[in-house]
């Protein structure tokens, strides 16, 4: 079993940037592939951005790309994601998730994934 807490959520102007970091607890999170997902009111919670178990490889959505990253610090098993030059679509609850069982793909489906957090608010003004 594990154990994922969101964190560094906020209010963010457009153009500027945030951090949020998903903290694992219960096993490491090396073993997982792990993923952020988000959803904004009336609609659908969608990927975001994952990365494979021992960091094997990154998988990002279009909308996010080149302005995203993903990453782990595995000495505080945490998971980061750093978002810059953030746009006013991007305001969203963030999620955490991570996969064990299907941990050899970077999935982009939500019923993929058997962890999740409680999820960040992140808002961009204008």
């Known amino acids: 079993q594990v154990q994922l807490v969101e964190s560094g959520g906020g209010l963010v102007q457009a153009g500027g940037s945030l951090r949020l970091s998903c903290a694992v607890s219960g096993r490491t999170s090396n073993t997982y592939t792990m993923a952020w997902f988000r959803q904004a009111p009336g609609k659908e919670r969608e990927f975001v951005i994952a990365?494979?178990?021992?960091?094997?490889?990154?998988r990002t959505a279009d909308s996010v790309k080149g302005r995203f990253t993903i990453s782990r610090d595995n000495a505080k098993n945490t998971v980061n994601l750093q978002m810059n030059s953030l746009k006013l679509e991007d305001t969203a609850v963030y999620y955490c998730?991570?996969?064990?069982?299907?941990?050899?793909?970077?999935?982009?489906?939500?019923?993929?994934?058997?962890?999740w957090g409680q999820g960040t608010q992140v808002t961009v003004s204008s």
């Open positions: 998730a991570a996969t064990w069982s299907n941990r050899y793909y970077l999935h982009t489906r939500r019923t993929e994934y058997e962890y």
């Open positions: 990365i494979a178990y021992s960091d094997r490889g990154t």
